[in-house]
């Protein structure tokens, strides 16, 4: 173990840290803000975050994860006394509530392609007591010449190199080709973004001049000349007198404090616009692929960016595919993680297992949810204090007993049973059954 740590110090020293170069000044980093995470533009991060539609759904996301409570089964029941409850849904560290660590890791699994957990454990018991959210671009996973995974990490405070333990980071994926490293959506969007960014500022810019598009100064006179200026220095300079004419008009005209002024063109000078209107643009047509585009990328409804055709009944049932298909395999990421590495290798051979409670993303549709808890009871499933539990409600005395209905019998058992009931006269023997 010791020739496997030293191996990954000298792998960080080399130069994998995703921070700094040996040197100490910076190096290749595959970041939202460099050429290579964005092979298709220039659009970073932040940029990115100014399209309405990529900060919803990346808000959205996050918050839908840090919302979530997360609990400990011990095989088909709920156990509230595992010290892990109070890290998970108390306190993580001592900066942050549970939702806001959550929302951090996700917002970096997002952006980053990766969402990280530094571990901080008990030396004594190995138990973890602490969860320090670590920036995606701090953190450079890679493996060692045995295949074991190691963590290259500029320390959040210090900026010094640390190479941890798989064992004590939780690494949480985007889309990934090799299961070491996520690709984030925003680089895989990249194209979609940048079209997004541009428009936008074309439009902020279109605004900017008053909503007077760019045009041609021309007459027949000849403007080849040059004019004499004073420099500040006292010295002079021949100018093009089309960049005077040019540089005049700007003046005059562009920006919003000079919109809509009057032009007066003297010595045959003409104007004619040449850039296409807003409408002819289709702007309004354009934004709203983009908004559409982003949202397939994230998995997220139209609805719930306020975009597209709202109706109560296709909303709910977006919200309900927006739980199953876009949370759910983010969630089971979550917590399979969360159970293979927060969890003792002896309470996982006991069945235990951390799971994070989705429920609390349908509270809202109260005639599904309740639809689902009657027939999850009916059959079995779920006992009252289940139900409750799920609910965030205190049990009940009692409520730990399942029933099922008579109704249903094994197939296996059917026809014995039914010869029984016709025996005794069509009666329901309860016993027998």
Known sequence: MANRFERGVLALSAGLSPRASPTGSAGPTLTLASSEGWPAGGTSEAGAMKLSAVNRCQVLISESLGKMPVYCIDKDRRRVDHDLLRLLNIRPNEAMTPSVERQMVEGNRLSGGNGYEWIIRDPRTGRPVELIPLPWELVHPFRDRNGVIWYGVSHPTTGEPMVLNNQDVLHYKAYTHD??????????????????????????????????????????????????????????????????????????????????????????????????????????????????????????????????????????????????????????????????????DSEIAQGLRLRANMMVELKGDFQSRSAWYKAMREIGAFSVNDILALEDLPAVEGGDERYASLNYVPLSRWWEISVNRNSNGGKNNAGTA
């Open 179 to 344: 299961g070491i490293q996520g690709i984030s959506v925003l680089r895989r969007a990249s194209e979609v973004v940048n079209a997004g960014r541009a428009a936008q500022q074309y439009e902020a810019s279109y605004y900017a001049n008053g909503g007077h598009p760019d045009g041609v100064l021309y007459t027949d006179t000849d403007l080849s000349g040059t004019v004499k200026r004073t420099k500040a220095d006292g010295s002079t300079v021949d100018v093009p007198l089309r960049d005077i004419i040019r540089a005049e008009w700007e003046r005059v005209h562009a920006g919003p404090n000079n919109a809509h002024r009057v032009a007066i063109l003297d010595h045959g000078l003409k104007y004619a616009g040449t850039t296409i209107s807003n409408v002819d643009a289709q702007f309004v047509e354009s934004k709203a692929v983009t908004v559409e585009d982003i949202a397939r990328f994230y998995g997220v409804p139209l609805s719930k960016l306020y975009a597209g055709k709202q109706a109560y009944n296709s909303n709910e049932q977006n919200a309900i595919d927006y739980v199953v298909s876009t949370l759910h395999p983010i969630v089971t990421q979550y917590d399979q993680e969360r159970t293979y590495k927060l969890l003792l």
